[in-house]
């Protein structure tokens, strides 16, 4: 494992720490803006781990839907960014 491999598994491994940490929210402020921040996060470590778990040996099975999974990532951002700017917005029609 070279260097650029241990970098990454830090990397992945601290975006995947922070998202738990929006996902449980424990101050319970602004739920909403950290529940979309969190699913952001868990999304763009996916792409990070990308480099490690995904150079072959993952079926097409479960690759394809995760990166289905990863085109939301832009659209979590988004709403993260919508509700930390606005808590009582509401989405309508």
Known sequence: MGFNEIVTCFISGAILLL???FLTNPLKVNVKGDLYFGIFLLLWASFWLDGLI???EIPTYI?????LLQFLCALTFYTSVVFYTNPGYKFGK
């Open 63 to 67: 690759y394809y839907p995760i990166r």
């Open 54 to 56: 995904f150079p072959g």
């Open 19 to 21: 998202s738990f940490l």
